[in-house]
T-cell receptor, first 115, second 109 residues
Framework: DVKVTQSSRYLVKRTGEKVFLECVQDMDHENMFWYRQDPGLGLRLIYFSYDVKMKEKGDIPEGYSVSREKKERFSLILESASTNQTSMYLC??????????????FGPGTRLTVL | KQEVTQIPAALSVPEGENLVLNCSFTDSAIYNLQWFRQDPGKGLTSLLLIQSSQREQTSGRLNASLDKSSGRSTLYIAASQPGDSATYLCAPLGDKLIFGTGTRLQVFP
């Protein structure tokens, strides 16, 4: 079975802090994704990566950056956290690079609160 | 621009009922469609993936159909159980990744 893990289930940070969210998958998938989920807005794609060191902006990349130095690990970075970035963050992975339409497997999520 | 609508938004039923959850999407240029289950505060669990060449997919008590031309997918849950209580999301998978906001299902004993 595909296993996607996220570094924290719950995280509380202060405004202006730099925040790192880590995601690791163990199925050698080329694609990895970061979403945020907010009530009434559903899931929205922040960034995705189809290969090591490659990234593409999603629908809401502002205020975020990403890093993919190894195939199994995809990091989401909030350079200076703000209260409007309080949300549930979900990581996902899928096989086959550059194709966004293959079956996605999700991690358990990180609930981030920015005070 | 892809828009995804799931109807109903919420559903509360007694145990044992057969259920139909609907997903409609505006852009039929998709490759696959995936159905997920999400428990409160948790991540998404993949239930079914319907490839563009298929019209339906089954897993246990779940059956999902896809009609790309009309922009619709249906998730059928047979003989519902309290353990089925969760939010169900659909995701038409294409060049853009847009998720529905889900149907919140409660099955009571």
């Amino acid at each position: 079975d595909v296993k996607v893990t996220q570094s924290s289930r719950y995280l509380v940070k202060r405004t202006g802090e730099k925040v790192f969210l880590e995601c690791v998958q163990d199925m050698d998938h080329e694609n990895m994704f970061w979403y945020r989920q907010d009530p009434g807005l559903g899931l929205r794609l922040i960034y995705f990566s189809y290969d090591v060191k490659m990234k593409e902006k999603g629908d809401i990349p502002e205020g975020y950056s990403v890093s993919r130095e190894k195939k199994e690990r995809f990091s989401l970075i909030l350079e200076s956290a703000s209260t409007n970035q309080t949300s549930m963050y979900l990581c996902a992975s899928s096989f086959q690079g550059t194709k966004t339409y293959n079956e996605q497997f999700f991690g358990p999520g990180t609930r981030l609160t920015v005070l | 621009k892809q828009e995804v609508t799931q109807i109903p938004a919420a559903l509360s039923v007694p145990e044992g009922e057969n259920l139909v959850l609907n997903c409609s999407f505006t852009d039929s240029a998709i490759y696959n469609l995936q159905w997920f289950r999400q428990d409160p505060g948790k991540g998404l669990t993949s239930l079914l993936l319907i490839q563009s060449s298929q019209r339906e997919q089954t897993s246990g008590r779940l059956n999902a159909s896809l009609d790309k031309s009309s922009g619709r997918s249906t998730l059928y849950i047979a003989a519902s159980q309290p353990g089925d209580s969760a939010t169900y999301l659909c995701a038409p998978l294409g060049d853009k990744l847009i998720f529905g906001t889900g149907t919140r299902l409660q099955v009571f004993p």
